[in-house]
């Protein structure tokens, strides 16, 4: 049984990822669903009142006041067991996914202490943290200079989730990069987004599930599983 933390998870790739995880065939046995409004979060809170494992966090990764009382709600479920995948949907810079994965690293870190500490045992299903990007922050697949600002933060994502690829190689933790592709949600309508929530979700769950070892962490994947250049 595992457990699973998905920041910005009131609407979009967000709201989708909560539905996808409760419909896997071995679903967690806990989704903290983390949200700026939760009482504003119509949807996510009729997803909580016909699913028993969903809990609602208010989390603002704006504001780290959220942090601590959102922690231990988490640690107050999740026990010794821990964490086992943090999803950084609602990073708006690297540094917000950064203080979101510290003030959850202690949970993640019980979680992968359960399993061995053979390099093949770090996968998804032991612990792991999935930060979301995007193509426009490979350096490699830049075609022009749009969005600079934009592409720079995701950059700043990429280079993060190597970095935590080093660092928390020695507990057990995988750490990744995933682009969800142009996506027909609020944001992604403005740039006429071809793939539904359901498509780009059901598609990256798909690729963590199978992710192993030491060799898989510290990579940028696309939602249908290929690598991206970084």
């Not at 993060?160 to 592709?181: E, K």
């Not at 030491?214 to 970084?230: E, F, P, T």
Request: contains cysteine; hydrophobic residues 45%.
């Amino acid at each position: 049984m595992f457990s699973v933390l998905v920041t910005g998870a009131s609407r979009g790739i967000g709201l989708e990822y909560v539905r996808q995880l409760l419909a896997l065939s071995s679903p967690p046995q806990h989704v903290f669903a983390c949200c700026r409004s939760p009482v504003n979060a119509e949807d996510l809170q009729g997803i909580a009142m016909e699913n028993p494992s969903v809990k609602v966090l208010q989390i603002d990764v704006t504001k780290e006041d959220d942090f601590p009382a959102a922690v231990r709600e988490v640690d107050g479920v999740v026990g010794e067991r821990g964490l086992t995948v943090l999803i950084n949907n609602a990073a708006i810079f690297s540094g917000h996914t950064c203080e979101t994965t510290l003030a959850f690293l202690p949970a993640l870190k019980r979680a992968a202490a359960l399993t061995s500490s053979d390099d093949t045992t770090m996968s998804m299903q032991t612990a792991a943290v999935v930060n979301m990007s995007s193509v426009m922050g490979s350096l490699a697949s830049t075609k022009n200079g749009k969005s600079a600002s934009y592409r720079m933060t995701k950059v700043a994502v990429n280079m993060l989730t190597v970095c935590m690829a080093h660092d928390f190689a020695s507990y057990g933790i995988l750490a990744v990069a995933m682009h969800p592709g142009l996506v027909n949600t609020d944001m992604g309508k403005r740039h006429a987004g071809k793939l539904s929530p359901k498509e780009s979700v059901c598609g990256i769950l798909d690729t963590l599930l199978k992710l192993r070892g030491r060799q898989a962490s510290g990579k940028a994947y696309q939602w249908n599983g290929q690598i991206l250049a970084w």
